[in-house]
């Protein structure tokens, strides 16, 4: 079992920025894929970034929606077992619930990273709301 918290998310005025966290628990040794989810109101749940570990070496690889690029980070602190999302220059349209997201132990980030039906473990949210 995993279970991962989020934390971080406020209001800002748009150009602002945020960091958010997640903390993971549990079976985290073989979590090769973790990702940042958004939800706005009235709108489907939708793929922010992706982080992807290597179970041989500590660097990973990331996966970014098109409407972030350049302006989120995700990373993540293995000491830690955190999960960042950098989040530069907000604009009203970031405004959403923000979750994290963990696929099953064991299994790595693939094409379907964006898919929220191919992670398993979800945390209870937090909102961002950017105002103009």
């Known amino acids: 079992q995993v279970q991962v918290v989020e934390s971080g998310g406020g209001s800002v005025q748009a150009g602002g920025s945020l960091r958010l966290s997640c903390a993971a628990s549990g079976d985290t040794s073989r979590m090769y894929c973790m990702g940042w989810f958004r939800q706005a109101p009235g709108k489907e749940r939708e793929g922010v970034a992706a982080f992807t570990s290597n179970a041989f070496s500590a660097t990973g690889s990331t996966w970014y929606a098109d409407s972030v690029k350049g302006r989120f980070t995700i990373s993540q602190d293995n000491a830690k077992n955190t999960l960042y999302l950098l989040m530069n220059n907000l604009k009203p349209e970031d405004t959403a619930m923000y979750y994290c997201?963990?696929?099953?132990?064991?299994?790595?980030?693939?094409?379907?990273?964006?898919?929220?039906?191919?992670?398993?473990?979800w945390g209870q949210g937090t909102q961002v709301t950017v105002s103009s």
């Open positions: 997201a963990a696929r099953a132990p064991g299994y790595y980030c693939t094409g379907a990273r964006a898919d929220p039906a191919v992670y398993r473990y």
